[in-house]
């Protein structure tokens, strides 16, 4: 792989110039987040020792893996 097609980090400027990588959650996605961190926060479990399973969210919406992907120079993917 060479430096031209690896992954690589946005610069801030990028980031701010095109928002099409947010996504934006609605009330229900975001009392999901709330209810996973407060159930990692009860496990009372270092942060470094937690594991995908410490975080239960429901299933990601799949209107989000039908964005288009990010550029190939990019850093981002879809986590769908």
Do not use: N, Y
């Not at 990588?21 to 942060?47: G, M, N, S, Y």
């Not at 969210?57 to 879809?78: D, K, Q, T």
């Amino acid at each position: 792989m060479t430096l031209a097609t690896r992954p690589q980090a946005w610069t801030a400027a990028e980031a701010q110039a095109d928002p099409s990588w947010i996504l934006r959650l609605d009330a229900a996605q975001a009392d999901d987040v709330r209810a996973a961190l407060r159930h990692a926060a009860a496990l009372d479990k270092p942060l470094l020792d937690m594991v995908q399973a410490d975080f239960p969210l429901a299933p990601p919406p799949r209107p989000c893996c039908a964005r288009p992907s990010p550029p190939p120079s990019s850093a981002g993917a879809c986590a769908c």
